[in-house]
């Protein structure tokens, strides 16, 4: 767990890393990548140890008999979340990207409307509108600082074409954990709108101390009949290129629906992920996750008491995730000027705001799950690049 290790990740194939100066112009010698959603750590040992028991085995046949690997998830479900998930529920999808996109095909038609809290996860959108639905954003409005919902107002956005309501719980980019009256309040929604409702909760195991995710369905035991949960162990644990994720369905109907999509793409599991991910919804597991959380919370600090020394810019608190949501509206500069500062002056790749939707234009989103000294530097940088402000 030496989360302040240095791992050079150049030339490994490295999407956040290899990619950085093709997309953003930042220098590959220098650039601080804090765009992509993978953490610069290494997953604990007990993945390490599984994958290495396969090469020793040598064939990497098909993977058969998941017992044990629907048992982990099981196990893991009521250990962390209190919530009971039965075997026959679970599909696995090649991430929660292809899960997102299997259910936009299952559960919707062309030209149908598909719901959005926006500013919210940008492959969201992508993926609706690749697939010839319309995105309908449902803006989310800011008190103290902190997203929250207004039904009032969507109830007037929407004009039954709808059929879908996409929701990430906890929220990215804005790091918001639900609570539960919230919660209840997008069931209600969902209700009254008759919109099956996709809950994204691939961030629930990175929660920061004093603050407590709830599972969707443990909000309302009536929202089963249309509730399809997502969730992963990709992200939790930094095995993103792994591609899997779970689409869990109670209602047996929803069920159906699902399944024939899989049927018709002809899907099967990567055996590389499901082993990964058995292991890590373990015992070592979960302590590593234990260990993660509270890191991450230092480097939230870290990064939140940089960006208050510097006037216009305001971190939104991080309740969840490990990407910080910077709005630079204080600073009075436009989209391109303070992006500029960020990519060309602090040599530091980000995210920018507009690609999450209605709601992110005078943000940045920064990850912060890299070794501390990386993010000291980041700040650091940052302070200099706006230092005329100061």
Known sequence: M?????????????????????????????????WVADMDFQPPQCISDALQGMVDHGIYGYYGDDRSYLSAIRWWMQERHGWRVEPEWVFTTHGLVNGTGLCVDAFSEPG???VLFTPVYHSFARVIKAAGRRVVECPLATENGRYVMDFDAYDDM????????ILCSPHNPGGRVWTREELQGVADFARRHD???????????LVMPDHSHIAMPLVDDRIADR????????KTFNIAGAHSGNVIIADEALRAR??????ALGMSPNSFGLVMAEAAYSTEGAQWVDALTQYLDGNRRLFDAGIATIPGLASMPLEATYLAWVDFAGTGMDAGDFTARVEKDARIAVNHGATFGTGGESFLRFNLATPR?????AVSRLQEAFADLQ
Do not use: N
């Open 158 to 165: 929407l004009d039954g074409s709808e059929k879908m309501l």
């Open 227 to 234: 509730l399809v949960m997502m969730t992963a162990t990709t």
């Open 258 to 263: 699902f399944a024939a999509r899989m049927g």
């Open 2 to 34: 030496d989360f302040d290790r240095i791992i050079d990740r150049h030339g490994t194939h490295s999407q956040k890393w290899d990619m950085m100066e093709k997309i953003y112009g930042v220098p590959a010698s220098d650039g601080i990548p804090m």
């Open 112 to 114: 149908d409307g598909v």
């Open 373 to 377: 000294a990386r993010v000291q530097e």
């Open 195 to 205: 919109l099956i409702l996709v809950s994204d909760e691939i961030h629930h195991d």
